[in-house]
């Protein structure tokens, strides 16, 4: 695993966090800005893949 690997599956989980208590709560912002963080940490998590499938191709 690499860094934006990591980096992208806490953000993912964060924004997954964030997105559930907004709708625990009724807050449609935090609501909002959970899934925003969460599609980021995916994209972020889906580079980081892509990485790893780079440089295990040119080994």
Do not use: C, D, P, Y
Not at 16 to 42: D, L, Y
Request: glycine share 12%; aromatic share 2%; net charge positive.
């Amino acid at each position: 695993m690499n860094k934006n690997q990591i980096k992208g599956s806490s953000k993912e989980l964060a924004g997954k966090f964030r997105e559930t208590t907004g709708k625990a709560v009724g807050n449609k912002k935090m609501e909002r800005k959970g899934k925003t963080k969460r599609v980021v940490g995916k994209a972020q998590k889906a580079v980081g893949n892509a990485q790893e499938k780079i440089k295990r191709s040119t080994s």
